[in-house]
C-alpha cells in the first residue's frame, strides 16, 4: 500500500479509549496539522512517531480489535 496504512479517528478512538468522536477528530487533526499543514491522512507509522509508541504493539492492537480490519 503506497503511503502506509491509515489511522482512522475510530482507530484513535480505541488507542486513546474515548468516547468522543468530535474530540478525537480534533486530535486526529491537530496531529496532522503538526506534520504538515495540508495533509489530509495519518499513517499509523506517523502518528506511532508523533506520540513515541512502538509500531509494531499499536498495528497489532489495531488489527486485533478493530472489525473492520479483521480479515
Known amino acids: 500500500m503506497e503511503g502506509g496504512i491509515y489511522l482512522t479517528i475510530k482507530d484513535l478512538m480505541q488507542l486513546t ?5 468530535k474530540s478525537t477528530a480534533k486530535s486526529h487533526k491537530a496531529i496532522r496539522d503538526c506534520l504538515a499543514a495540508d495533509k489530509r491522512k495519518l ?6 512517531d508523533y506520540e513515541g509508541l512502538n ?3 499499536i498495528i497489532s492492537y489495531i488489527r486485533n480489535t478493530s472489525p473492520s480490519r479483521k480479515k
Do not use: H, L
Request: hydrophobic content about 15%; charged content about 30%; overall charge negative.
Open 43 to 48: 499513517t499509523i507509522k506517523e502518528y506511532c
Open 55 to 57: 509500531f509494531s504493539e
Open 17 to 21: 479509549g474515548s468516547d468522543s468522536y
